[in-house]
């Protein structure tokens, strides 16, 4: 009770803000205070939605996620679970009489239900290794849940059993034999991820998925990487059986029976296929798929499978645009999917059989959907620079969209933030490269502002038109910056022809792409000032910024922020975990002649570095492991530089932590100020 009349008096504060007082500029508490609205599920019956809300206490240094209900009109609106444990994952049961959902409220995380109109919570399994993810068979009665268990293990119990073994071994030492021992954040201690299903009301589980490989996959896969045919009889699953994963992206989807038995490969690319939905029917198999081996950011084309003669079409060989995901129709030969297209997202919709998808929503970030079951409308996941995601319906027939959630409507009403405004010009090989901008809060054409140019990762990445968390561009804009970030060579969104320049190109066009993109900004709009002008990137966005450092001999560029970046490639290949990407990116390994890691490398031009530099890294980042920063700073250091090193024992590469980002961003913003002065 104490805890809601607390949030109905924040509530009410925030209200009289919006509706008497000025508005601000946004600042980190109203940004990371900001309810995230995630994982949307619709009821059998289409007459409500089960959500997730996520928020986070700066000062108690930790975040929550509760689970919510909105009726399909947005009329009606209820919190469904207050536990001060995270719940997560919420699926309605086939005959929508319960909820379960994901919870470590009682020890490790494990299934539990709940009535949504009434009614505590229970407990549903005790798997021994904790539940990762969970689906509802089709007659509601097993649940199919993904676990981490040791390859030898028969069961979750048995690896349980093996685990508490090994725990009473006082040592800490890892005797590790092969590729790959880890990855992104965390070590994989000899276990693999499998999919079971266990009895909704009790019993052994059932192994599904082979003990030697990774179901769902280490990387590269889908929010949907196993799923059960509508008649419940099977388990379509996504996994990778080459003998060295860290080496390959060829992720290929299998058909095993519910008991896990005649296991059978559904796909034989060598490239990446992932995400498979049956159709309503069961005849069709729709999946996501990539051509080419080894490479991660190939086209994503939507596909299908049928099940009854092994026939593959490719639904979108006439989209130069990877497809996001998707969602199947009733009537068995309708698709809806979405695609990233120059900085937002387009919603198509096509057939089997049909020429070309027909599009049907363009100029939206999409970060969802779902299909109601009267087929009239889809469920939408959207937000914008100016709005993290929100719900919306999208009417089918009547082409409109409607917001059914206000999550933080109220805080949003109190802030002063300007749109996205987009700009083209003419970049590298003559082509037409995307700048988006957003201007700072209050803004005066007649004034003088400094720029900041942020950078993206990836490099196979994008900014967009959205909400970011971490590199938030209105966060970035509030101190009184004008903030622009170039979509170039490399970047998705743009077909796939401009996505491939990148590669074996790290710091040529795509480098061209920002001085040019940086120079044209301070030609055309004359509230910009020269003479202030950073830049700061994250990932390949701090490879960038490393190679920015070592090439900015006409001092376009007065202060620098490199954020988990690459700085020597040759360590970078011999401690970074998926080794598929240096392979393709820098053609070949190290050693072999014709790669190009010295021809990309930063390290090699230390010798020019004069630009102030602020670098950022986390300890626990495997992708890009740390010692990248620490060398990075040390050459800096060395060479008399005036740079600033902010370094977590406790992220990886992200920092989510709410007093680290508090610090991250009040690190960031005063070593630009002391360059910038805005």
Same mark, same amino acid.
């Given at each position: 009770m104490r805890k809601c009349l607390v949030h109905m008096g924040l509530m009410l504060m925030l209200l009289v803000t919006s509706l008497f007082a000025e508005k601000r500029p946004l600042a980190f508490e109203d940004m990371f205070e900001m309810g995230r609205v995630g994982d949307p599920q619709i009821s059998p019956d289409g007459n409500w939605i089960v959500y997730s809300i996520t928020r986070y206490s700066v000062e108690e240094n930790s975040g929550n996620s509760d689970i919510?209900?909105?009726?399909?009109?947005?009329?009606?609106?209820?919190r469904l679970t207050t536990f001060p444990k995270t719940d997560t994952h919420a699926r309605w049961s086939p005959d929508g009489k319960m909820i379960a959902f994901i919870s470590s409220r009682d020890g490790s995380a494990q299934i539990y239900g709940i009535?949504?109109?009434?009614?505590?919570?229970?407990?549903?399994?005790?798997?021994?290794?904790?539940?990762?993810?969970? *689906?509802?068979?089709?007659?509601?009665?097993?649940?199919?849940?993904?676990?981490?268990?040791?390859?030898?293990?028969?069961?979750?119990?048995?690896?349980?059993?093996?685990?508490?073994?090994k725990a009473e071994d006082k040592s800490t030492g890892r005797v590790i034999d092969a590729l790959l021992y880890r990855h992104w954040n965390s070590w994989?201690?000899?276990?693999?991820?499998?999919?079971?299903?266990?009895?909704?009301?009790?019993?052994?589980?059932?192994?599904?998925?082979?003990?030697?490989?990774?179901?769902?996959?280490?990387? !590269?896969?889908?929010?949907?990487?196993?799923?059960?045919?509508?008649?419940? *009889?099977?388990?379509?699953?996504?996994?990778?059986?080459?003998?060295?994963?860290?080496?390959?992206t060829n992720n290929d989807l299998w058909l095993a029976d519910r008991n896990g038995e005649n296991h059978r490969q559904?796909?034989?690319?060598?490239?990446?296929?992932?995400?498979?939905r049956f159709s309503p029917n069961g005849k069709y198999i729709a999946y996501l798929s990539m051509a080419r081996e080894g490479f991660e950011a190939d086209q994503q084309n939507l596909m299908v499978y049928n099940t009854e003669n092994g026939e593959v079409k490719n639904?979108?060989?006439?989209? /130069?645009?990877?497809?996001?995901?998707?969602?199947?129709?009733?009537?068995?030969?309708?698709?809806?999917?979405?695609?990233?297209?120059e900085g937002r997202s387009s919603l198509y919709r096509t057939k089997i059989g049909q020429r070309a998808p027909r599009l049907i929503l363009d100029k939206k970030y999409i970060g969802g959907l779902a299909?109601?079951?009267?087929?009239?409308?889809? !469920?939408?996941?959207?937000? *914008?620079a100016t709005m993290p995601y929100e719900l919306f319906n999208f009417d089918l027939k009547k082409s409109t969209l409607t917001q059914i959630t206000f999550t933080n409507q109220l805080r949003l009403n109190a802030l002063e933030m300007n749109p996205v405004e987009d700009y083209w010009f003419v970049g590298a090989f003559g082509d037409s490269v995307h700048l988006l901008m957003i201007k700072p809060p209050n803004f005066d054409p007649s004034k003088k502002y400094p720029m900041i140019h942020l950078i993206h990762g990836g490099p196979q990445g994008a900014f967009s038109d959205d909400f970011h968390f971490r590199w938030n561009s209105e966060l970035f804009a509030a101190p009184g910056y004008v903030v622009i970030m170039v979509n170039f060579h490399g970047s998705r969104g743009y077909g796939q022809k401009f996505c491939d320049a990148v590669s074996k190109d790290w710091g040529g066009a795509p480098f061209q792409d920002i001085r040019i993109g940086t120079q044209w900004a301070l030609d055309n709009f004359d509230f910009i000032d020269r003479e202030r002008v950073g830049a700061a990137g994250a990932s390949y966005g701090g490879f960038m910024i490393n190679w920015i450092a070592g090439h900015n001999n006409d001092k376009l560029f007065k202060v620098l922020v490199s954020h988990d970046g690459v700085y020597e490639q040759v360590s970078m290949f011999g401690a970074t975990e998926e080794l598929w990407f240096?392979?393709?990116?820098?053609?070949?390994?190290?050693?072999?002649?014709?790669?190009?890691?010295?021809?990309?490398?930063?390290?090699?031009?230390? /010798?020019h570095f004069d630009t102030p530099m602020l670098v950022i890294h986390g300890e626990h980042d495997y992708r890009v492991p740390y010692t990248q920063g620490l060398?990075?700073?040390?050459? !800096?250091?060395?060479?008399?530089?005036? *740079?600033?090193? !902010?370094?977590?024992?406790?992220?990886?590469?992200?920092?989510?932590?709410?007093?680290?980002?508090?610090?991250?961003?009040?690190?960031v913003h005063g070593w630009l100020a002391k360059y910038l002065n805005p």
């Open positions: 919510y209900l909105v009726s399909a009109d947005g009329k009606t609106q209820k009535d949504p109109f009434g009614g505590e919570a229970r407990q549903l399994t005790s798997v021994a290794t904790g539940v990762n993810d969970f *689906s509802w068979s089709p007659d509601g009665k097993h649940f199919a849940v993904v676990t981490d268990m040791y390859p030898e293990a028969a069961t979750p119990a048995e690896s349980a059993k093996m685990a508490a073994a994989k201690e000899g276990k693999n991820s499998r999919v079971v299903t266990v009895p909704v009301n009790g019993g052994a589980a059932v192994s599904i998925t082979p003990g030697n490989t990774d179901s769902p996959p280490i990387s !590269l896969g889908s929010g949907h990487d196993y799923t059960w045919s509508p008649d419940g *009889s099977q388990i379509c699953f996504v996994q990778n059986t080459d003998p060295m994963v860290a080496v390959s559904v796909t034989t690319n060598r490239g990446n296929d992932n995400g498979p639904l979108t060989t006439a989209l /130069d645009r990877s497809v996001s995901d998707f969602v199947w129709a009733s009537d068995n030969k309708t698709i809806y999917f979405y695609v990233a297209n299909l109601y079951p009267d087929g009239k409308s889809l !469920l939408l996941k959207i937000q *914008s240096p392979m393709w990116e820098f053609n070949g390994k190290p050693w072999e002649e014709g790669s190009v890691y010295q021809v990309w490398n930063p390290a090699n031009y230390a /010798d060398q990075l700073f040390t050459a !800096l250091q060395v060479k008399g530089v005036d *740079s600033r090193l !902010l370094f977590f024992p406790d992220e990886d590469h992200f920092v989510r932590k709410p007093q680290n980002a508090r610090l991250w961003w009040k690190t």
